[in-house]
């Protein structure tokens, strides 16, 4: 994976861009964190590979689903982005082997890696989502209930001290 990197990352940039919600992105904020994820993954699947346990830290997932929640992404749109990441690589890689048959047990490692870092992205972007909402929720209620504005204020203390 490692000597397909930059191919793999121009495909996928490629891809990406005919996203909605990436179309009017700059360069360096729809990379975000892609290629030190693909290197987390290529990492993950190796250790797949050489039936080594994988620790799948995969930080660069975790990092990449928050910057995208914060770029205003669904999960529908992250999950996608990482889908367009196996096939940029699965492309590549296809190329790469110029009609030699690739292994299979190197092509489920591949596909096993880039399922952990969906699933940690995926799980990542909802925890935050979910905090956020019930963040937005206390607030909302708080101002209801309250009188005026020093009111809200230690409502609002209360609630993040719970």
Do not use: C, K
Not at 22 to 38: F, G, K, N, Q, Y
């Amino acid at each position: 994976m490692r000597e397909l990197r930059d191919e793999i990352i121009a495909s996928w940039r490629d891809a990406a861009r005919a996203l909605p919600s990436a179309r009017d992105m700059s360069a360096v904020t729809l990379l975000d964190h892609i290629p030190e994820l693909l290197d987390e993954i290529g990492d993950i699947a190796q250790e797949i590979a050489s039936s080594a346990s994988p620790t799948p830290v995969l930080e660069a997932a975790r990092r990449h689903a928050l910057d995208r929640l914060g770029d205003g992404f669904d999960i529908t749109t992250i999950v996608r982005e990482l889908s367009l990441l196996r096939d940029a690589a699965l492309s590549a890689w296809e190329q790469h082997a110029g009609g030699r048959p690739i292994a299979m047990g190197d092509l489920r490692a591949l596909n096993l890696a880039i399922d952990r870092a969906i699933a940690v992205s995926a799980s990542r972007y909802t925890q935050v989502h979910a905090r956020t909402l019930a963040g937005i929720d206390r607030i909302s209620t708080a101002s209801f209930e309250s009188s005026d504005l020093d009111d809200l204020m230690r409502r609002v203390e209360a609630g993040r001290s719970v």
